[in-house]
């Protein structure tokens, strides 16, 4: 089993940062893949950015440049610097660890990220 809790969400302006942490417990060791999702109200969950145990990152086209994803030596706290945020990145963001035990998959509760115009 794999825990996740997200923090650092908030309230910024525009033009602002945040920067979310995913905080893994549990069976840690299991872990080979932590991505970052998001979702708008009324809107599907999409993948934002995500980074393989061997810190390979990929990032949706809207944040590139924006955004960076990391995470600590022990995988166990994984990152995401959000810089020069706009309105349109309002959304409650969720961390998502993927487990080679059974390929489980496993979710945070969610962090609201509100950017004010």
Do not use: H
Not at 10 to 22: I, K
Not at 35 to 47: I, S, V
Not at 53 to 60: I, L, P, Q
């Amino acid at each position: 089993q794999v825990q996740l809790v997200e923090s650092g969400g908030g309230l910024v302006q525009a033009g602002g940062s945040l920067r979310l942490s995913c905080a893994a417990s549990g069976s840690i060791f299991s872990i080979v893949y932590v991505a970052w999702y998001r979702q708008a109200p009324g809107k599907e969950r999409k993948l934002v950015a995500s980074i393989t145990r061997t810190g390979t990152t990929t990032y949706t086209d809207s944040v590139k440049g924006r955004f960076t994803i990391s995470s600590d030596a022990a995988y166990d706290r994984i990152y995401l610097q959000m810089n020069s945020l706009t309105p349109e990145d309002t959304a409650i963001y969720y961390c998502k660890a993927d487990s080679y035990i059974l390929s489980s998959t496993y979710w945070g509760q969610g962090t609201q990220v509100t950017v004010s115009s």
